[in-house]
């Protein structure tokens, strides 16, 4: 298969490379180390139209593709992973559950402005007891007249502490594990809606999370995202393209750390060469731009699949399994490459280092994409 990018992907692409370099590189260590979410830069990447990349005109986004989506979420996390996650949130797990199960009144008030960029959502299904398991999850809601209330906890809540809107998953029916989950769309400034204090991460720091308790917070029924107990189905398809959207930001990060090491070695001399002349270097340099564009051809057949409208659910956990897991590779290569430098925060090979271990985890650890995979392999 080969994917010829159109001339309006080229365009976007570039564009984000562009705002990259200007607006994020040169910052990305200060936000990193001041734990800074930097909110005029989002704002800056909404008004390029990044908000909702692949949402139609007609409700407040692009009207691109998902493939014009996964390339504008490697160049934007080549610049800062932090940026890359919060735009991906608000993409893939906000946006395109709103898009694709919200009645037209729902998407009039719940993804317009959030497509625009005028809002930010965010996706709250972990809790405490519940990360790869959803079924043990424990926030209910009870359905009471025309309204529901809702108890309990969801955590590591990427942009919790900054959204606006959040896809909530509750549990309706105790008794029916997965059958029994429903969805919401829910407004954060909703009595009983008690943000927590920031997360503090080893890595994408400026990208900001927390916990999140509900305190018999009253939610509209209008407001419900699909019917009771379609909400894991809401989820799971969710997450299908949510990542193709971290599988985006892990190649971005190796990106990152492999042009960091490239230039490293060509300026780094030992034994009277620069490094880059010696053959372990030039093989590891080999190594890891291999594995970044194997990454992004599997990343990008996903995103080619979705905008298909064809399933791809295997792919597009094949896409952010290699990918996380070579975003990692890399980074540990980079930091080799330069030796004592790379341990120092005087460079930023050590953030990519840091930021690329979570692409193992959220949205699905490697472990869990395993787990799609063999079971679509022996279906």
Same mark, same amino acid.
């Not at 370099?21 to 139209?49: I, M, S």
């Not at 894991?232 to 299908?240: E, G, N, P």
């Not at 070579?326 to 330069?338: L, P």
């Given at each position: 298969m080969e994917i010829e990018l159109s001339e309006e992907q080229r365009l976007l692409r570039d564009t984000c490379r562009e705002f990259a370099d200007r607006?994020?590189?040169?910052?990305?260590?200060?936000?990193?180390?001041?734990?800074?979410?930097?909110?005029?830069?989002?704002?800056?990447?909404?008004?390029?139209?990044?908000? %909702?990349?692949?949402?139609?005109?007609e409700w407040g986004g692009a009207g691109m593709d998902n493939v014009a989506y996964a390339l504008a979420i490697e160049e934007i996390s080549r610049g800062c992973a932090s940026v890359g996650v919060t735009l991906s949130v608000n993409n893939s797990l906000y946006c395109d559950p709103v898009l694709k199960y919200g009645t037209? /009144?729902?998407?009039?008030?719940?993804?317009?402005?959030?497509?625009? /960029?005028?809002?930010?959502?965010?996706?709250?299904?972990?809790?405490?007891?519940? %990360?790869?398991?959803?079924?043990?999850?424990?926030?209910?809601?009870?359905?009471?007249?025309?309204?529901?209330?809702?108890?309990?906890?969801?955590?590591?809540?990427?942009? %919790?502490?900054?959204?606006?809107?959040?896809?909530?998953?509750?549990?309706?029916?105790?008794?029916? %594990?997965?059958?029994?989950?429903?969805?919401?769309?829910?407004?954060?400034?909703?009595p009983g809606f008690l943000l927590q204090k920031t997360d503090e991460k080893l890595g994408i720091c400026a990208s900001p999370s927390c916990t999140i308790f509900f305190e018999n917070m009253e939610v509209p029924a209008a407001d419900r995202l699909g019917q009771e107990g379609e909400g894991f189905k809401i989820a799971m398809s969710t997450l299908d393209g949510g990542r193709i959207g971290i599988a985006a930001q892990a190649i971005g990060i190796g990106m990152a750390a492999f042009e960091e090491a490239r230039e490293y070695a060509k300026v780094r001399k030992t034994f009277d060469v620069p490094i880059?002349?010696?053959?372990?270097?030039?093989?590891?340099?080999?190594?890891m731009i291999t594995e970044l564009e194997a990454a992004r051809l599997l990343t990008l057949r996903a995103a080619s699949l979705k905008d298909a409208g064809i399933r791809h659910s295997r792919e597009s956990s094949m896409a952010k399994l290699y990918a996380s897991e070579a975003a990692n590779r890399v980074a540990d290569k980079a930091v080799q490459i330069h030796g004592g430098m790379g341990y120092s925060k005087e460079l930023d090979v050590e953030r990519h280092f840091r930021d690329a271990r979570i692409t193992e985890i959220y949205e699905g650890t490697s472990e869990i994409q395993r787990l799609v995979i063999s079971n679509a392999l022996l279906k």
């Amino acid at each position: 298969m080969e994917i010829e990018l159109s001339e309006e992907q080229r365009l976007l692409r570039d564009t984000c490379r562009e705002f990259a370099d200007r607006e994020l590189k040169p910052n990305a260590k200060r936000w990193d180390r001041e734990h800074q979410y930097p909110a005029e830069t989002v704002k800056k990447a909404f008004e390029l139209g990044l908000a %909702g990349v692949a949402v139609p005109t007609e409700w407040g986004g692009a009207g691109m593709d998902n493939v014009a989506y996964a390339l504008a979420i490697e160049e934007i996390s080549r610049g800062c992973a932090s940026v890359g996650v919060t735009l991906s949130v608000n993409n893939s797990l906000y946006c395109d559950p709103v898009l694709k199960y919200g009645t037209d /009144g729902q998407k009039e008030s719940w993804l317009k402005p959030f497509a625009s /960029g005028e809002k930010l959502g965010c996706f709250g299904l972990t809790e405490p007891q519940a %990360g790869s398991d959803a079924a043990e999850q424990r926030t209910t809601a009870v359905r009471r007249g025309d309204k529901y209330v809702i108890n309990g906890t969801k955590n590591w809540i990427t942009n %919790g502490p900054v959204a606006d809107a959040i896809v909530l998953f509750t549990m309706t029916d105790l008794r029916k %594990g997965t059958k029994g989950i429903t969805a919401f769309v829910v407004d954060t400034k909703t009595p009983g809606f008690l943000l927590q204090k920031t997360d503090e991460k080893l890595g994408i720091c400026a990208s900001p999370s927390c916990t999140i308790f509900f305190e018999n917070m009253e939610v509209p029924a209008a407001d419900r995202l699909g019917q009771e107990g379609e909400g894991f189905k809401i989820a799971m398809s969710t997450l299908d393209g949510g990542r193709i959207g971290i599988a985006a930001q892990a190649i971005g990060i190796g990106m990152a750390a492999f042009e960091e090491a490239r230039e490293y070695a060509k300026v780094r001399k030992t034994f009277d060469v620069p490094i880059a002349q010696h053959q372990a270097i030039q093989f590891m340099l080999a190594d890891m731009i291999t594995e970044l564009e194997a990454a992004r051809l599997l990343t990008l057949r996903a995103a080619s699949l979705k905008d298909a409208g064809i399933r791809h659910s295997r792919e597009s956990s094949m896409a952010k399994l290699y990918a996380s897991e070579a975003a990692n590779r890399v980074a540990d290569k980079a930091v080799q490459i330069h030796g004592g430098m790379g341990y120092s925060k005087e460079l930023d090979v050590e953030r990519h280092f840091r930021d690329a271990r979570i692409t193992e985890i959220y949205e699905g650890t490697s472990e869990i994409q395993r787990l799609v995979i063999s079971n679509a392999l022996l279906k």
